[in-house]
């Protein structure tokens, strides 16, 4: 299992270290987009719209828009610096609380714990104080750049950290449209619906939901491959860079409009009338 981080997990003056795993994988079934008439995937390219050009990598700087079209520009060595500072610090956990305290809307992202060097026998010291006290503990810790909030819990015989929201990134629910206050409720209706909830009541076991969606996914690009009903995209890794998207876009434009040029037929010229018998009789007289 590979491993996303190292530290310490310390909790008083005991102090574990640990590796982090994931504990959870994302199995949505990825869909490239292919441009229909030639079946060749499509590219997505830094643009600057003012300089009308691809921008690369290392052209590109981070800001915060602290107003409409109003930044401030941050550069790596600064938020580096930040990021240090927090990530030399223990995972210090603060206060252990009840996991039946913690609303489930403030979980995140659960990852697995495992002991690091000599860190067994302290390791083994939290797992059974979590069990014994049926406690859990509530710590902040650097992920990926970002100072999270987290809680640290005992799952089968295994230490999970699970990253949780700060207050203030729930939205309010007095934020939600159409919500009725108390509604009146028909006494015979309520109790149908508690029989039915009654009736539907089961123990839970996650092995009986499946991702039907996924599973027909899947079935449908197996039947495909099976009937040979696939596409192959051309190599074009050999082939010469050349300017794409923004890059040549005015040398595109410039070169429609002269062709367009060309290729617009000359306006005809109005003939001009020439005069009748009757006419040339009239001047005549």
Known sequence: ????????ISFGLVNIPVKMHAATEN????????????????KYEKVCPVCDRKV??????????????KFVILDDEELEALQKEQADKAVEIVDFVKLEE????YFEKSYYLSPNEGGGKAYGLLRSALKDTGKIGVAKMIIRSKEQLAVIRVYENTLIVETIHYPDEVRSV??????????????????????????????????????????ALLDLIEDKKNNE????VKDVSTRPATATGADNLMDALQASLERA?????????????????????????
């Open 56 to 69: 690369e990598n290392e052209e590109i700087v981070k800001a915060y828009e602290y107003a409409k079209n």
């Open 102 to 105: 913690i609303d489930p809307i």
């Open 1 to 8: 299992m590979h491993t996303m981080w190292k530290g310490t």
């Open 27 to 42: 199995k949505d079934v990825k869909l490239r987009q292919l441009h229909k008439e030639c079946q060749s995937p499509v």
């Open 174 to 215: 007095q934020d939600v449209p159409n919500v009725p206050e108390e509604v009146a409720v028909a006494k015979k209706e309520l109790d149908t619906a508690k029989m039915l909830i009654d009736q539907l009541t089961a123990e839970f076991d996650p092995e009986k939901y499946k991702d039907e969606y996924r599973t």
């Open 261 to 285: 040029k060309k290729e617009k037929p000359k306006p005809k010229q109005p003939k001009r009338k020439t005069k009748t018998t009757t006419q040339k009789k009239k001047t005549a007289t």
């Open 229 to 232: 009903q696939t596409t192959t």
